[in-house]
């Protein structure tokens, strides 16, 4: 059964840092493209990484340039979002996605979801 799992969310003061990591079972990630994309209360789903099969990225939020990276581990079947400089408006349920061929900033073009996990910038 093919599984994306995210974990690594939590509360985190402004300024502070966060790894989320979306971990794969039931297939190799090693050929795929994963998407990172967030979702605050009452807005839309939005892309925020993608990388690619060979380890390049598209940026897709402006909002996290410099801040944001994404990396994968392919030993490690997982992907990762590190996330510095955290600001309240990072605020929001973040999830992965997996894609065969390709980035897409379209949530529709990615065919498997985790269950996303919140992350939450406060003092």
């Known amino acids: 059964q093919l599984q994306l799992v995210e974990s690594g969310g939590g509360l985190v003061q402004p300024g502070g840092s966060l790894r989320l990591s979306c971990a794969a079972s039931g297939f190799a990630l090693d050929y795929s493209y994963i998407g990172w994309f967030r979702q605050a209360p009452g807005k839309e789903r939005e892309e925020i990484l993608c990388?690619?099969?060979?380890?390049?990225?598209?940026l897709y939020a402006d909002s996290v340039k410099g801040r944001f990276s994404i990396s994968r581990d392919n030993a490690k079947n997982t992907v990762y979002l590190q996330m510095n400089s955290l600001k309240p408006e990072d605020t929001a349920v973040y999830f992965c996605?997996?894609?065969?061929?390709?980035?897409?900033?379209?949530?529709?073009?990615?065919?498997?979801w985790g269950q996303g996990t919140q992350v939450t910038v406060s003092s």
């Open positions: 990388i690619t099969n060979t380890g390049g990225y598209t």
């Open positions: 996605a997996v894609k065969a061929n390709g980035c897409s900033r379209s949530p529709d073009a990615y065919g498997y």
